[in-house]
């Protein structure tokens, strides 16, 4: 199960991430907002379509960049049951 989404910049101004299940299950309703470089922000709220099972897919997604960043890193927490 998805437990938690958080993303780090890098360089430039801005930002947005997300991420979702099987091509249209989203894990946020609404992207991350990477307002602040160098550092490790997380996804508001609670995570949606948070189960998993053998052959579901995983989509870590750039919606948007501002002032070119250099690097973006999005992490996914998973809780084992």
Do not use: C
């Not at 910049?9 to 609404?30: E, F, M, P, Q, W």
């Not at 997604?61 to 998973?78: E, K, S």
């Amino acid at each position: 199960t998805a437990i938690s989404i958080r993303g780090y910049r890098v360089g430039g101004t801005g930002a947005r991430l997300t991420a979702r299940k099987n091509g249209s299950d989203l894990h946020l309703t609404n992207p991350i907002d990477m307002t602040s470089a160098d550092t490790w922000q997380y996804g508001q709220g609670s995570i949606n379509n948070g189960s998993y099972s053998a052959g579901d897919k995983l989509e870590l997604m750039i919606v948007d960049t501002t002032g070119n960043p250099t690097q973006l890193a999005i992490q996914v927490d998973f809780n084992i049951v």
